[in-house]
Nanobody, 124 residues
Framework: QVQLVESGGGLVQAGGSLRLSCAAS????????MGWFRQAPGKEREFVAA????????RYADSVKGRFTISKDNAKNTVYLQMNSLKPEDTAVYYC?????????????????WGQGTQLTVSS
């Protein structure tokens, strides 16, 4: 059973930075993909970024390119989302997700495991 635990959310001013972490456990993460999604009130869950455990391939949503960086620490089974130049529209609950095959997918239904989410609020 895969468990994903996010941390690092909080309240930050526009233009600020924050780093989210997602600690994964329950299986060997030498393959597969980890992703970050977010969901704002009244909106659908949307893709933010993803990274392959095997070859570090990454994908980003256009809305966060150049501002957010996804990375991982294989030894710690942890994935990070460094968020810079934050905007009020980045406010959402951020979810970590995992999938077993190596395709770096951007659709939520591709991911089989999800964390509980962590709230990010960006004030203007």
């Amino acid at each position: 059973q895969v468990q994903l635990v996010e941390s690092g959310g909080g309240l930050v001013q526009a233009g600020g930075s924050l780093r989210l972490s997602c600690a994964a456990s329950g299986r060997t993460f030498s393959t597969g993909v980890m992703g970050w999604f977010r969901q704002a009130p009244g909106k659908e869950r949307e893709f933010v970024a993803a990274i392959s455990w095997r070859d570090d391939a990454t994908r980003y949503a256009d809305s966060v390119k150049g501002r957010f960086t996804i990375s991982k620490d294989n030894a710690k089974n942890t994935v990070y989302l460094q968020m810079n130049s934050l905007k009020p529209e980045d406010t959402a609950v951020y979810y970590c997700a995992a999938k077993t095959n190596n395709f770096v997918a951007t659709t939520a239904f591709s991911y089989g495991w999800w964390g509980q989410g962590t709230q990010l609020t960006v004030s203007s």
